[in-house]
Nanobody, 120 residues
Framework: QVQLVESGGGLVQPGGSLRLSCAAS????????MGWSRQTPGKERELVASITTSGSTNYADSVKGRFTISRDNAKNTVYLQMNSLKPEDTAVYYCNLGHIRVSGYYANYWGQGTQVTVSA
């Protein structure tokens, strides 16, 4: 059974930075692609970043150049560094573990989410 536990969310001013962490249990972390998604009320969940087992990354256009996803296989942890945060980045952020399909990254397991609020 895979468990994903996010941490690092909170309140930050526009232009500020936050780093989210996600610790994964289980032995499949190093064999799996990882991602971060976010959701705001009334909107569909959006995949913002993903990283393959070899470290290749992909980002939503809305966060390119501002967010960086990384992973530490020795610690079974994936990170999301968020810089130059905007109010529209406010959302619940979910860590996920999945795999790569022809159509792109697909999440199989989800964390419980952590709230990020960007406000003055």
């Amino acid at each position: 059974q895979v468990q994903l536990v996010e941490s690092g969310g909170g309140l930050v001013q526009p232009g500020g930075s936050l780093r989210l962490s996600c610790a994964a249990s289980g032995s499949i972390f190093s064999l799996s692609a990882m991602g971060w998604s976010r959701q705001t009320p009334g909107k569909e969940r959006e995949l913002v970043a993903s990283i393959t087992t070899s470290g290749s990354t992909n980002y939503a256009d809305s966060v390119k150049g501002r967010f960086t996803i990384s992973r530490d296989n020795a610690k079974n942890t994936v990170y999301l560094q968020m810089n130059s945060l905007k109010p529209e980045d406010t959302a619940v952020y979910y860590c996920n573990l999945g795999h790569i399909r022809v159509s792109g990254y697909y999440a199989n397991y989800w964390g419980q989410g952590t709230q990020v609020t960007v406000s003055a």
